[in-house]
Each structure stands twice: as C-alpha cells, then as structure tokens.
C-alpha cells in the first residue's frame, strides 16, 4: 500500500465553487501534515500545514482526521489562480523525509 | 523573504557522465534535503542531512549518488554516471528544527540524461 495517496483529478470547477480534495496515509506513526501547491514544472511550495485541531488560513481550511487517517483540503470560492497541483505531505517526526502524494490537479475555469 | 537557490536550473549530460547539482539553503536552516520528480510523477526522496552528515537516505540513493556540503553555504549532489533514469526535477529543501517541520523548496535543477 502506498504510504500516502491521493486522486489524481483533474477537478475543473467554475471560478467561485468550492471544491475539496483528500488525502490518505496509510502510518498511524504518521504525525505532521502539510498542503503545498506545485504549479507545472515548479518546485512546491508549502500552502499550509494541517493542525490536529483543523486550521483555516483565508479561503483554504485544512482538517486533519486521525481515526480515519486522511486529512483535506477546502479551498471555497475558487479563483483562476488556485488552478494547480496540490500535494499532500506527510512526516513521521523520528524521520525528517517527507512522503508525497502524487497530487490533485485542480483547474478553475472561468 | 530568503529563500533557497538552486543552479543550474537546467543540466544535460550525455549517459555515463558526473554531474554536480548545486543549492544554497536558506541561512539558519540545519536540515537539508534532496528530493527528486520524474515527469509526471510525485516527488520522491532522496537524502536528508544534518551536521554535516547524512540521516536518512530512500533506496533511490544508492553508491551513484552522494552529497556533500563543501563550505558554510553550498549543499551538493552529486550524481557519478548518470543514466537515462536519472532525468528527473531534482528539489532541494531546507528546513529548521524551530519551523514546525515544514521543508522549503529551492526552484529545481532539471536534470536531461541523453
């Protein structure tokens, strides 16, 4: 099994919807999260890190589900700009490496 | 805002030769990272290094590749005779003890192995 998954997408959702993507990992011993945003042939570049208690940062609110061992990405009222690759990285704090998921391609369109 | 750096942002070798890619991480960072992405697909990693040594290293990492930190600044891959399967993005990443884990992304060398 993967250590962390994601859908692939694409989403393509109109400019305004809100839209939510998910991330499963698959080590309980799994205990840092973080969103980063990879636009093509960019480097990521951290969109937020997800708290246990969830954490909302503007338009984007990130939940962290523990029982269920995945954590989500609300991005509401979408603009052009959001349209990106969005990964999830997971950390096991005895371990510095991230483990990525292959990322959610989302479109906004207009 | 600092940042880290990263050059060449392109490199083509033909098979079989030495490369070096090279990346300055942001200042008071102590961790450092490689990591590498094939077209298409997620971001895989390589090594972690800290105090002047290597701390973790994936199975991708094997006697082709090492890294080095030469001075104060500079952190260095490199890779000894690359193949066609070493055509990747390769990211290095930095990061502090004191920055709630989160790693900092140089731009990326793009690595073309003919």
């Known amino acids: 099994r993967k250590e962390v998954e994601q859908d692939p997408g694409p989403f393509n959702v109109p400019e305004g919807a809100t839209v939510a993507f998910n991330c499963t990992y698959s080590?309980?011993?799994?205990?840092?999260f973080f969103w980063y945003r990879q636009d093509c042939r960019k480097e990521p570049k951290l969109l937020m890190s997800?708290?246990?208690s969830g954490n909302e940062d503007g338009r984007f609110t990130a939940q962290l589900n523990r029982a269920s061992q995945y954590i989500s990405l609300l991005i509401r009222d979408s603009k052009l700009s959001d349209s990106a690759t969005y990964l999830c990285?997971?950390?096991?704090?005895?371990?510095?490496?991230?483990?990525f998921g292959s990322g959610t391609k989302l479109n906004v369109k207009p | 805002e600092p940042e880290v750096t990263q050059t060449p942002s392109h490199q083509v070798t033909q098979m079989g030769q030495e490369v070096i890619l090279r990346c300055v991480p942001i200042?008071?960072?102590?961790?450092f990272y490689w990591y590498r992405q094939i077209l298409g697909q997620k971001v895989e990693f390589l090594v972690s290094?800290?105090?002047?040594?290597?701390?973790?290293k994936s199975e991708i990492f094997d006697d082709q590749f090492s890294v080095e930190r030469p001075d104060g600044s500079n952190f260095t891959l490199k890779i000894r005779s690359t193949k066609l399967e070493d055509s990747a993005m390769y990211f290095c990443?930095?990061?502090?003890?004191?920055?709630?884990?989160?790693?900092?992304f140089g731009p990326g060398t793009r690595l073309t192995v003919l």
């Open positions: 200042s008071n960072h102590l961790y």
């Open positions: 290094f800290y105090n002047n040594e290597i701390s973790e």
């Open positions: 990443a930095s990061n502090t003890q004191h920055s709630y884990n989160e790693q900092f």
């Open positions: 997800v708290y246990s």
């Open positions: 080590n309980s011993a799994s205990q840092s």
């Open positions: 990285a997971v950390k096991r704090n005895n371990f510095n490496k991230f483990y």
